[in-house]
Structures are given as structure tokens and as C-alpha cells.
């Protein structure tokens, strides 16, 4: 085999190996979750806590805001959730840890990315996994 061929697939093991040990920003500090097909994915945490930062700061400088009673009335207006229609009574509201995608979670219409504010009049209620897939597709 020429001495060529022999670099390139070496070369090709070596970036499959970091690709597999480091995300895009170069962090090696992975996780995992469990899709809802079951599948086990990874993800780095060090830019999952960026990204939670991020957000954070976006609804801290949103306008608009809703007091937890005004969340509590609007999950009441709806019986089911409006993506996947499955009912709230199918949807734990306290899960334990890991099992996230029952909860009812607050989604914004209108993301607050893109200018949509905090009122309750924005927000409506979606199961977790409704919410993730909307954010994700």
C-alpha cells in the first residue's frame, strides 16, 4: 500500500476520533439523553449551559411578564395539548428526574428570539416533547 494511502486513512481514523470526542466549539464535556424513540443521544453540556444562559438572559430583558396564577388559569383553557392533542391526564405535571418528556411545559407563540414577549397572552401550555420538536425542526 503506498505511503500515501496509508496517511490518508490514518488521517481519517484520527478526525473521526476527535469528531467523536469533541463538539463543534472543541469541548469534551458530553451527556446523554433518551429521544422519544428511545434512542440514546449525546450532547455536549458545556454549550447546553451557554445556550441556558442565553435564554435566560432573553427572558430576564423580554417585556411583558405572567404571575404563576395567570399560568395556572391558562394550562385550565386548554384540555389537551394543542400540537399533539394527547391529554393532560397522560402528561405527569412533577415528573422525577429523567423523565422530563411528561411535563407540561410553557411555550412561547412567538419566541422570544424573535421579539415575542412574556405575557400570558404568548405563552401557551405544550407537553415537553411537543415544545423540544418545535424548537428542533
Not at 83 to 96: A, F, T, Y
Not at 105 to 132: A, M, R
Request: charged content about 35%.
Amino acid at each position: 500500500m503506498p505511503k500515501n494511502t496509508i496517511k490518508l486513512i490514518f488521517y481519517n481514523i484520527c478526525l473521526s476520533t476527535l469528531r467523536s470526542r469533541f463538539c463543534k466549539k472543541g469541548h469534551n464535556n458530553w451527556s446523554t439523553w433518551t429521544s422519544t424513540k428511545g434512542e440514546v443521544q449525546r450532547y455536549c453540556k458545556t454549550c447546553r449551559q451557554v445556550r441556558a444562559r442565553k435564554y435566560s438572559q432573553r427572558k430576564k430583558n423580554a417585556k411583558g411578564s405572567h404571575t404563576k396564577e395567570e399560568w395556572e388559569k391558562r394550562k385550565k383553557e386548554y384540555e389537551v395539548c394543542p400540537r399533539c392533542k394527547r391529554s393532560w391526564k397522560e402528561i405527569r405535571e412533577n415528573p422525577s428526574k429523567g423523565k422530563a418528556k411528561y411535563t407540561i411545559t410553557k411555550d412561547h407563540i412567538i419566541s422570544l428570539l424573535q421579539g415575542g414577549t412574556d405575557d400570558i397572552e404568548n405563552i401557551q401550555p405544550l407537553c415537553y416533547q411537543c415544545n423540544f420538536k418545535k424548537g428542533h425542526s
